[in-house]
């Protein structure tokens, strides 16, 4: 995909990118390629699978972002999709979080780069995060970080009611088949379930919409080592 094609693209999906947008994502692009150069952010490293399976991709839920949402992007890596998202929806605020130093470091170099007031970077693993930011946000998403019924655990809580967990996959057909009991467990309740291809190489991609839809018990999420050891 080249720039023409993404403009292109994304107007299919209702985004029309104005200059000062395209700007910030071309210096995206091209400090994450330099930057790559010497500290292993992605293992996508041109220009065409960029503008593909980070920019598009990541605004593939750019829908759900209205103005004045809290988002909190769990296992952001080197910003995707929160950085992305945030260049298209300044009225939102975006709360970018990873345990990877090298990757935190980048990304505060790239919102100084990209001069953006509405995120907030941290570094910190994300289920201690949560314990202490519960119902604080409108809207959490993760982009292929773990597996749903792990996602589920630790972003739910940090729903405010009604809020919306939006996990960001590929086929997902099985995960989904192991959620239920995650679900019930933590008051979350899948409302819509997207399926896609992306354009030009045509990989499955599924978006999630699960809504939270009562008070999540305080026990959760719980420490890693016992997530993963017994998942829900």
Do not use: C, W
């Not at 993760?142 to 729903?159: C, F, G, K, Y």
Request: aromatic residues 8%; glycine residues 4%.
């Amino acid at each position: 995909m080249n720039k023409e094609q993404l403009i292109s693209e994304l107007e299919k999906i209702n985004i029309t990118l104005t200059e000062e947008q395209m700007n910030q994502l071309e210096i995206y692009k091209d400090f994450l390629i330099e930057y790559n150069t010497h500290t292993n952010l992605t293992a996508i490293t041109d220009e065409e699978n960029i503008y593909l399976k980070h920019f598009y991709d990541s605004l593939t839920i750019n829908k759900y972002i209205k103005n004045g949402l809290k988002v909190l992007d769990i296992g952001t890596g080197a910003g995707f999709p929160g950085m992305v998202l945030a260049i298209i929806n300044k009225e939102s605020h975006f709360t970018l979080l990873d345990s990877n130093n090298k990757k935190i470091t980048f990304l505060n170099l790239l919102k100084e780069k990209l001069k953006l007031t509405n995120v907030e970077i941290i570094y910190e693993r994300a289920e201690d995060y949560v314990k202490n930011h519960k119902e604080k946000f409108d809207i959490v998403t993760s982009r292929a970080v773990a597996e749903l019924r792990i996602l589920a655990e630790i972003s739910i809580p940090a729903l405010k009611i009604k809020g919306h967990f939006l996990p960001l996959k590929a086929n997902i057909e099985k995960e989904i088949d192991l959620l239920k009991n995650a679900l019930t467990i933590l008051n979350g309740k899948i409302i819509n379930q997207e399926e896609f291809y992306l354009p030009i190489e045509n990989s499955k991609r599924t978006i999630l919409v699960i809504e939270h839809f009562k008070k999540t018990d305080n026990s959760y999420p719980r420490t890693y080592d016992k997530i993963v050891k017994k998942i829900l």
